[in-house]
């Protein structure tokens, strides 16, 4: 697909730029373009492709996903290598997902090669936004929506495929303690037969409430259970877990429907393995949990997703109080897993699987 370049009437001086991205944050701050391709049932599927100034985008009141929430997304980084070149980790896992998550949401794939073009694209225009601070990357937020204006209970025919950027540093702050968990009991983040492999906006805004009630617990993350039985763990609300016990065995939640399938957790799987760790994709019991944490058969808990890479689970509270994993600290297995895996992405280590596309 042919992407028409609109060039960019008043992008961020040079200087503004690098004072921003001295301490980006995390997802604050945007570059000076976007993406945007359109689709149309009626015109035969996807047409019209631009690279264009990022702005504020023309909706009609009645679009479908406002009021329908016909929406999906990815999250995904660029990292710059030492060689001065752009990479991205594993971006067709990215498209594929993506996909599936228009499958279950009636929405149209989006074609993988452009998928990643589009990526491309904004790339080529925007490097020069990447943070130049340890752990600094440029997130990539690809994301569809149903454009077409009615009211109907049905799919669209029109939707937009856009991709944003934002100059991001850790998304957790640097030094910062092993994270906190508040275990929901009063609410589920997902149900069988619902959405929750789905990565769309709906599952993230029923996170929001529980996030809040672990917040005024002292919380930094909700941990979500099942919706039938209410007693095995499912996710985070944004990231997957394991559990890493003194054998060394780890077990991780199965992919059952419920659970976003995440690009980190199969990485992760992989590089366990190849550790000679036994992995097993097995059901985990939070009063389990409790259980071998105080007796110290376990002695890791990590959480993992694109955002947060690896990062450990120290704490957990619930409404039936609260119960430390190990020392309350970073592993030794979570620290070398975050180490390896940041490797790979950053180009500093060998990348033997060919997860790593450069640009």
């Known amino acids: 697909m042919d992407f028409e370049r609109i060039p960019h009437a008043a992008p961020v001086p040079g200087e503004t730029r690098q004072q921003a991205i001295a301490d980006p944050g995390f997802g604050k701050i945007f570059t000076d373009h976007m993406v945007e391709v359109d689709y149309d049932e009626a015109k035969g599927g996807w047409h019209t492709a631009r690279l264009r100034a990022r702005e504020p ?26 060689d001065g070149s752009l990479a991205l980790f594993r971006p067709e896992q990215n498209a594929r997902r993506f996909n599936a998550s228009a499958d279950r949401m009636a929405m149209p794939h989006v074609p993988e090669e452009v998928f990643i073009d589009s990526i491309r694209q904004l790339l080529s225009v925007d490097a020069d936004w990447m943070p130049p601070i340890e752990g600094g990357s440029l997130y990539l937020r690809p994301f569809m929506f149903a454009s ?31 994270l906190k968990i508040w275990v929901s009991r009063n609410y589920v983040r997902a149900a069988p037969g619902g959405t929750g492999a789905a990565k769309t906006g709906g599952n993230y805004a029923s996170s929001l409430v529980p996030q809040m009630e672990g917040a005024d617990q002292g919380c930094d993350q909700v941990i ?25 065995s780890v077990i991780t939640p199965p992919l059952t429907g419920t659970i976003l399938p995440g690009i ?10 190849e550790e000679g760790l036994q992995v097993r994709e097995e059901p985990y019991n939070i009063d389990q949990w409790r259980i071998d944490a105080t007796k110290g ?28 994993i190990g020392a ?4 030794q297995l979570t620290a070398k897993l975050r180490e390896k895996l940041v490797g790979i992405q950053n180009g500093t280590v060998e990348d033997r699987h060919g997860w790593v596309m450069k640009l």
């Open 57 to 82: 985008i023309a909706l009609d009141p009645a679009a479908s996903v406002l009021h329908y929430a016909q929406e999906i997304f990815e999250g995904m980084k660029a990292y710059r290598h030492p």
């Open 328 to 331: 309350g600290g970073m592993g």
């Open 148 to 178: 077409e204006a009615f009211l109907g209970v049905r799919p669209a025919k029109q939707y937009k495929f856009m991709v944003i950027a934002s100059p991001v540093g850790g998304y957790f702050k640097a030094g910062a303690k092993a």
């Open 297 to 324: 058969n376990l002695v890791e808990t990590m959480a993992c997703g694109t955002a947060a890479v690896v990062t450990p689970i120290g704490t957990v509270v619930g409404p039936d109080g609260e119960f430390r």
């Open 264 to 273: 980190t957790r199969d990485s992760l799987i992989q590089l366990m393995r």
């Open 224 to 248: 979500f259970l099942d919706a039938v039985e209410k007693k095995w763990i499912e996710e985070l609300g944004g990231m997957n877990v394991f559990f890493v016990f003194d054998d060394g």
